[in-house]
């Protein structure tokens, strides 16, 4: 709206500016998560002499290196996708809504919470866990609940891994055909049509 991204567009390639774009948001959070845990682990490491309650927690190390392992991926789709709904929407007020409804794909998994009380494999759950966007919350849900078999988990994060990639391309071809659609509306119509004349 401010005109910024022409600037930045004549010093750099729309695939320049998006993976920047992208790698900055899983920087600056990963630098946060970072930040939270090391505090988190220096308070417990402090208060655990005078709390005999701490003393007895253990860290679930496989839970986190699962968590860790899959949030990467996902927080990397979850950039590609806000990028894409920020080359689609002509102005931050449209792309605000756009992205709450999108929101619920990746919070799915709170909505069948319920399920995975009375059966943690259920087929719609093992779905989920396949899924992309559900993929991260399910297998950490699951994971409370029961034994995830070790090819569920590989295929998931593959699938996961891939759709992430994916999205990123995907959010520099319809960027690179947003710029040229300056001041007017990108349907989702003409960023399909533009993105197969791009293969």
């Given at each position: 709206e401010n005109r910024t991204v022409e600037m930045l567009v004549t010093s750099a390639s729309p695939e320049q500016l998006v993976g920047g774009?992208?790698?900055?948001?899983?920087?600056?959070?990963?630098?946060?998560?970072?930040?939270?845990?090391?505090?988190?682990?220096?308070?417990?490491?402090?208060?655990r002499p005078y709390v005999p309650e701490?003393?007895?927690i253990k860290m679930p190390w496989e839970l986190v290196g699962v968590v860790t392992l899959f949030f990467l991926p996902s927080f990397v789709l979850v950039s590609g996708v806000f990028i894409t709904l920020g080359a689609l929407m002509p102005d931050y007020r449209q792309g605000q809504q756009a992205a709450g409804m999108v929101n619920l794909f990746f919070v799915a998994p709170l909505l069948v919470s319920t399920l995975l009380f009375m059966n943690p494999n259920h087929p719609l759950l093992v779905a989920m866990t396949f899924f992309p966007t559900t993929a991260y919350a399910m297998v950490a849900m699951r994971w409370a609940f029961t034994t995830i078999p070790l090819w569920h988990l590989i295929v998931s994060w593959v699938l996961?891994?891939?759709?992430?990639?994916?999205?990123?391309?995907?959010?520099t071809r319809v960027f690179r055909v947003g710029m040229l659609h300056y001041g007017q509306?990108?349907?989702?119509?003409?960023?399909?049509?533009?993105?197969?004349?791009?293969r």
């Amino acid at each position: 709206e401010n005109r910024t991204v022409e600037m930045l567009v004549t010093s750099a390639s729309p695939e320049q500016l998006v993976g920047g774009k992208a790698l900055g948001l899983v920087g600056v959070s990963l630098t946060e998560l970072l930040l939270w845990l090391v505090t988190i682990v220096l308070c417990v490491l402090i208060a655990r002499p005078y709390v005999p309650e701490l003393q007895i927690i253990k860290m679930p190390w496989e839970l986190v290196g699962v968590v860790t392992l899959f949030f990467l991926p996902s927080f990397v789709l979850v950039s590609g996708v806000f990028i894409t709904l920020g080359a689609l929407m002509p102005d931050y007020r449209q792309g605000q809504q756009a992205a709450g409804m999108v929101n619920l794909f990746f919070v799915a998994p709170l909505l069948v919470s319920t399920l995975l009380f009375m059966n943690p494999n259920h087929p719609l759950l093992v779905a989920m866990t396949f899924f992309p966007t559900t993929a991260y919350a399910m297998v950490a849900m699951r994971w409370a609940f029961t034994t995830i078999p070790l090819w569920h988990l590989i295929v998931s994060w593959v699938l996961l891994a891939l759709t992430a990639l994916a999205s990123i391309v995907l959010a520099t071809r319809v960027f690179r055909v947003g710029m040229l659609h300056y001041g007017q509306p990108l349907s989702l119509a003409s960023a399909v049509k533009a993105v197969r004349q791009q293969r």
